[in-house]
C-alpha cells in the first residue's frame, strides 16, 4: 500500500506548522470515549470537532478523550478547556451542536449557555 | 446500541488503552468462501487474571467506578452467540490481552463493519501516545495502516489531511464495497 509513503509526505510537508502535544496548546478539547459515550455517538461528534477546527485552519488546539465519569445519559460529553477559563463541560453533543461550539466557544469566547451541564472553576 | 463493528472495535481499543497499552494491533481477517469474518484485537496493556477474564462476558462486570455496569464485551460476545461465531478471550497479566471475534460472514445478524476509517482517526486523535496498527485482509487483499508514522501530532489540519488520505487510501481496497 502506498499511503506510509503519502503519510510521510503530509508529515514532512506539514513539519514546519505542526504542534506537537509537549508544546503548551492554549485550548484543549476533551471528548467522552466510555461505552456509553461511543454508544451515543462520540465519535461522529468526534470527527466533525476534526472537520470543523481544520477548516477553520485552528491548529493549537488539543482533542484528547476520557471514559465513563458516570454522566452516561448527557452523552456525547464534551469539554472545553481555554487556558486561565473554568472547564465547560457540554452535554449531549451532536455533531451539529459540536460545530457550533467551535464557531461561538473556541473561537468567539461565547459559551453555548443552554448546552452546559456544568462549570468548573480552576480546571 | 452500537450498531456496526467499526465501533465496537473503537469500544474494545479504548478499553486497551485504559490497561496501559502501548500498542495495539487490530487485525480483520475477511473471506467470504471461506464464510468468516474474524477481528482480532490485540494489545500490550496490563492484561487480567483468569477470574477477571471469565467475568468480562458479564454485562455486569465492570472495572470502572464510577458506574456499576459494564457492557462493552458483553454486546460481543452476545453477537457471537446470535450469529452462531465466537468469542474468545486471552489475557496474561503484565503481557497483554487478544480479544478475537470469530463471525460467519453471510449470517444476516453479523454486523455490518461500518465506518472503521472514523474509528483509526479517533484512536490517532485521541490517544496520540498509543502506537496502533490496523490490518485488513479481505479476499487475499490486504490494506495496513501503522500509526507509528505520525503518532504524537495533535494538529487538527495535519490530522484532516491523514483522514482524508486514509479514507481515499481505503476506497481504493474495497473498491467501495461495503460489508
Redesign the interface.
Known sequence: ????E???R??EQ?QA?????TQE?NTKII?G????G??AGA??T??A???E??KR???D?????T????L?EYEPLVNVIKSGQPKITYMKVSPERARQIIASHIVNDQIMNEWVLSTEEGA | MMEDISLHTLDIVENSISAGATLVKIELFIDRERDEFTLTISDNGKGMDGEMVKNIRNPFFTTRTTRKVGLGVSFLDEIAELTGGKLEIASTPGKGTVVSLRLPFSHPDRPPLGDIISTLMTILMTSIDVRFVYRETRNGKEWIFDSSEIMGISDPVFLKQVKDMLYNSYKEFTGGELI
Open positions: 500500500m502506498k499511503s506510509l503519502d503519510l510521510k503530509i508529515r506539514a506548522q505542526i504542534r506537537m502535544r496548546a471528548v470515549m466510555g461505552t456509553c461511543i454508544a465519535r461522529d468526534l470527527m470537532i476534526l472537520d477546527l481544520a485552519n485552528i491548529q488546539v488539543v482533542v484528547t478523550q471514559g465513563c465519569v458516570g452516561c
